[in-house]
């Protein structure tokens, strides 16, 4: 808008011929032209965009051009192109006729009434003599100038003369009334067919930034918004506060502002994008906008919508982009080429280790001299349904989610592909580490066109201003083609948009869609032992394998039970790459972990295997003999040094041990360490170690269930963290901590502040559940209520822990909750002597509890009939289960809760099912 007083419009003084003083005479140049009245002239550029000023014709009022649904007055596109063809582009004079206006407010145009004349021609009266214009009519002669008298002369020849509006044809008035045709979206694209690539004339009407253009096309009045194909200058990016330009938006549309509006060009079309905005060209006598745009730094290349273009226009504006970027114009002013990420830059073969989603996969890049690292990458421009949470059953995703993972996992895993890098985005928003999108070709096949074609994924909405695939057009025509054929998620949304039409409510996420609900019993007896003899039986069981702990050991997607089971390799042991604990404490390696874990993840993963079930351990883990693509996989492990024949009962057949043997003279995987190997020990001394900690004074702080709980080592000391956090202004996170972080939390009404440990976000309550580590209590609290830790804090021991009573397991009937009441009531302040029995593979700590009058917490509880004899603890501490099996056996006589029928268990079950201890209950 033009300031108050400014000196961008050049300008003298002359003496007026009406009023005998000197009248300020400005000149501007005509930007557009809005009526056949009213003009827009600009001003010279002031550091920047220059100033605009609205001028209207003094005493004269020309027809109304229509707007929305308000129809033209009659010639009022007439009148309006008379005055544009005469003086669109040129330089104008023009003296203020009374008063300035007011101030423009924001967003608004200063407009005065002005005398205006071009080449020393007064417009008004060419205008009127033209018959095009209308004098006002002014009633009291006091302002009756003769400057009014001459232009009311004028009316009055050109009315008698019969020309412009003042004709008396009535086809001629009739035809002089605009009907303005738009094109819906959906008829877009038979439009720009049905012109056959043949330039089309028409007047550019408005230009909203450098790149797009709203375009009337003469003589069929037909209005397109067109963007420009192949470029993208910046935008002007709108909020609730207004408008907020990004660097150089204003100077693009100035750019092409002066150059074409109003003027005539001519458009030639060449696609159409997602919200039915034209794809094409803009040409005009002097040459094409596109590539003025480009060499002056004020646009950059659009791969998507450049596809649209031939392909010697295509290698033309990557050639001027080019040109620009390294003179380091406008927008490549900071401009390093080792910098550039978001477009397309770098073709690489790679190979497919891991399918996450419909869209998101694990690559590794191929290289010369062997393979790169891991990178995870994202399909360019399309969105996949996404599956549901893992362990949580009561989210079946969204439709199809299985179905597009499934076929993208057939279309690649485990081969070479071809990637072209396009663009990076922060995930999650907006502040997230950055993920890379690409384009993945297999051969000739576009792996994310053909999970459109199939209906499997959609195409993303991009802003105009967004990065997208460089093959956007090819996934449109794609989804369309799916559309029309009704195919999957497509159909899914017509059923839906047929049922809402007839009335129904739909509450179902799965509406008209394959169901898959998937048990996921990975690590979890409990729920793992119905499965185990459906699976002996069926000999050969089919799987496909969907996570790898260690060389040896994985998760595996079992169709026939809908499954998800642990699974690990009988009679072989593998190392162990570095992990976490529950607790996200570090938890070193072995020797060869990482590189076990990675032959595996490259070799197997994501792949279709065959599986022989022999048995269930007692973390829940089925174990067995494996096949992938007819190959032995322990046979395998073993040749390349990556796992080890382990087990006094181990069974290996004879090209198992010789495969053992060759690794082991090769000195291939584990068998370059033979210090590690001399360190190994026996199964029964690795999984049960003798009983050497002893915590004297503890108590217990919580129970997990009637044979775990928690336990508190020694009396917690906050009093630092309180006196640091409430001395220094120490503000909340700024979202949810991930789970398993440890953090402050305010307790008992801000007195204190303990560390805990994050669980989970309750989404209805809004507040965070936390377990205090010290104390071992289960709190909630909302995000305002915590407070980040300092390393040193995070990383001091924690006052207590959670532990499994040894030797016994909780009875899993109605009696669960009785076996948790008497374990609380028994243990309720009491102090103990816990000794640490043995840790079982996952290092989970079993304890015996003894007072100091010599109570037993395990035989009090056998003794009441509310706990069973575990009997796969460990062999070597059989005779520290002698009094458990006394106290136990009094309860059965006595038929003491679930004794009260004489066996706990049926005879059958009991002989061949041995109780086992499950992983961590939900507290109660």
């Known amino acids: 808008t033009l300031p108050e007083t400014t000196n961008c419009f050049l300008a003298s003084d002359e003496q007026s011929s009406t009023m005998h003083k000197p009248v300020r005479v400005m000149q501007g140049r005509v930007k557009s032209v809005l009526s056949g009245d009213t003009l827009i002239v600009i001003g010279q550029p002031c550091g920047g965009p220059p100033p605009e000023k609205q001028i209207t014709l003094s005493y004269v009022m020309a027809p109304r051009l229509g707007r929305g649904d308000r129809a033209d007055e009659a010639f009022a596109w007439q009148s309006r192109e008379f005055l544009r063809e005469r003086c669109i582009g040129q330089y104008v004079a023009f003296t203020p006729d009374g008063p300035p206006s007011r101030s423009p407010q924001q967003g608004e145009v200063r407009r005065d009434f002005c005398t205006v004349t071009l080449g020393g021609q007064n417009l008004a009266h060419m205008a009127i003599a033209a018959g095009w214009v209308k004098v006002k009519e002014i009633t009291n002669r006091k302002y009756r100038t003769p400057e009014y008298e001459e232009m009311v002369r004028m009316e009055q020849e050109a009315k008698e003369q019969g020309v412009g509006m003042w004709t008396s044809d009535a086809q001629a008035k009739a035809a002089s009334v605009r009907e303005i045709r738009t094109i819906q979206p959906d008829d877009a694209r038979a439009f720009v067919d049905s012109l056959r690539g043949e330039p089309q004339e028409g007047i550019v009407e408005f230009v909203p930034n450098g790149s797009t253009f709203r375009i009337m096309l003469v003589p069929s009045f037909t209005q397109i918004q067109l963007i420009l194909a192949g470029i993208q200058a910046p935008s002007f990016r709108r909020d609730q506060a207004g408008s907020d330009p990004l660097p150089f938006a204003e100077e693009a549309k100035y750019f092409t502002e002066s150059r074409l509006m109003n003027r005539n060009v001519h458009v030639k079309l060449f696609g159409v994008d997602r919200y039915g905005n034209f794809l094409g060209r803009v040409l ?78 694990q690559i590794v890049e191929s290289k010369e001299g062997g393979e790169g690292e891991e990178m995870r990458v994202s399909l360019s421009s399309i969105r996949a349904p996404r599956l549901p949470m893992r362990r949580d059953e009561r989210n079946l995703g969204e439709p199809y989610a299985w179905e597009a993972r499934e076929m993208l996992r057939s279309l690649v895993i485990g081969r070479k592909v071809k990637v072209i890098a396009e663009y990076k985005r922060p995930i999650p928003p907006p502040n997230g580490p950055l993920r890379q999108y690409a384009t993945l070709f297999v051969g000739k096949t576009n792996v994310a066109e053909k999970l459109v074609s199939e209906g499997l994924v959609s195409v993303i909405r991009h802003r105009i201003e967004d990065d997208r695939s460089t093959q956007y057009q090819a996934l449109l025509d794609a989804e369309l083609q799916a559309k029309q054929m009704n195919r999957n998620v497509h159909r899914i949304a ?36 119905p499965f185990l003899e459906s699976l002996k039986r069926a000999g050969r069981v089919q799987g496909v394998i969907e996570g790898v702990a260690n060389a040896a050991r994985f998760r595996v997607f079992v169709p026939r039970e809908s499954a998800l089971i642990s699974f690990a390799l009988s009679n072989v042991r593998a190392p162990y790459p570095p992990r976490t604990d529950r607790d996200k404490q570090p938890l070193e390696g072995d020797p060869c972990g990482p590189e076990g ?12 295997v065959e599986l022989r079930i022999e048995t269930l351990d007692r973390s829940g883990t089925f174990l067995g003999d494996m096949e992938c693509q007819s190959e032995p996989v322990r046979e395998t492990l073993l040749r390349e040094g990556y796992a080890r024949i382990y087990g006094a009962r181990a069974t290996a057949s004879d090209r198992e041990e010789q495969a053992q043997a060759n690794a082991r003279e090769a000195k291939r995987g584990i068998w370059e360490f033979p210090e590690a190997l001399q360190q190994a020990q026996s199964p029964e001394q690795e999984t049960a170690k003798t009983a050497e900690e002893v915590l004297p004074n503890v108590r217990v702080a919580d129970v997990i269930d009637g044979g775990a709980c928690v336990i508190q080592t020694r009396v917690p000391d906050d009093t630092a963290l309180t006196a640091r956090i409430n001395a220094l202004t120490v503000a909340p996170p700024s979202g949810v901590p991930p789970k398993g972080t440890l953090v402050a939390v305010r307790c008992e009404n801000g007195a204190v502040w303990r560390r805990a440990r994050v669980e989970e976000f309750d989404f209805e309550q809004n507040t965070i559940d936390l377990t205090l580590v010290d104390i071992g209590y289960y709190v909630s609290a909302p995000i305002s209520d915590l407070r980040p830790l300092e390393p040193e804090e995070a990383q001091a021991p924690h006052a207590s822990m959670n532990c499994f009573l040894a030797f016994i397991v909780p009875p899993a009937d109605e009696h669960s909750e009785l076996a948790a009441d008497e374990l609380r009531r028994i243990t309720e302040d009491k102090q103990y002597e816990c000794r640490i029995v043995y840790r079982d593979e996952r290092r989970r700590p079993y304890i015996t509890l003894v007072d100091s009058e010599g109570n037993n917490v395990a035989v009090q509880l056998l003794r009441s009939g509310l706990a069973l004899v575990d009997r796969n603890a460990p062999r070597e501490h059989y005779r520290l289960t002698v009094p458990l099996r006394e106290a136990q056996d009094q309860a059965k006589q006595e038929h003491l809760n679930i004794w009260m029928y004489g066996e706990a268990l049926g005879q059958e079950e009991e002989e061949d099912a041995a109780p086992v201890r499950g992983g961590r209950g939900r507290r109660r």
């Open 284 to 361: 005009v006598q002097q040459g094409d906008i596109t590539h003025e745009l480009l060499r002056a730094g004020l646009a950059k290349l659009a791969p998507w919508s450049a596809q649209t273009l031939p392909h010697p226009e295509q290698a033309l504006i990557r050639d001027l982009e080019g040109q620009a970027k390294k003179a380091r114009l406008r927008l490549w002013a900071t401009y390093e080429p080792e910098a550039e990420t978001t477009q397309v830059e770098r073709e690489f073969q790679a190979t497919v280790v891991e399918v996450i989603s419909g869209d998101t996969l």
């Open 597 to 608: 874990l990675r032959f595996s993840r490259m070799r197997y993963l994501n792949r279709a």
């Open 494 to 529: 017509q059923l839906r948009q047929r049922a809402e039409k007839s009335g129904a409510t739909i509450d179902d996420p799965m509406f008209g869609a394959p169901m898959h609900q998937v048990n996921d019993v990975c690590y979890n007896p409990t729920r793992s032992r």
